[in-house]
């Protein structure tokens, strides 16, 4: 079980939607980006980029 994972289960009750989502984002993504946006010290947007590698 990976630490966003743990993170997750273990206050999944009390943790934000907001947070949630970012935990959510990092389970799924293997390369790529999160950016979050904070408008007067809340987050207001989670922007996740995906990279798919192929071979070359």
């Known amino acids: 079980m990976s630490t966003a994972e743990e993170t997750a289960k273990a206050g999944s009750e009390q943790t934000p939607r ?4 970012v935990l ?3 389970e799924k993504l293997k390369f790529g980006a999160i950016q979050l946006t904070v408008h007067e010290g809340r987050l207001v947007q989670v922007d996740v ?3 798919h590698r192929y071979p070359g």
């Open 24 to 26: 959510d984002a990092l």
């Open 49 to 51: 980029t995906e990279r």
């Open 18 to 21: 907001a947070v949630q989502t």
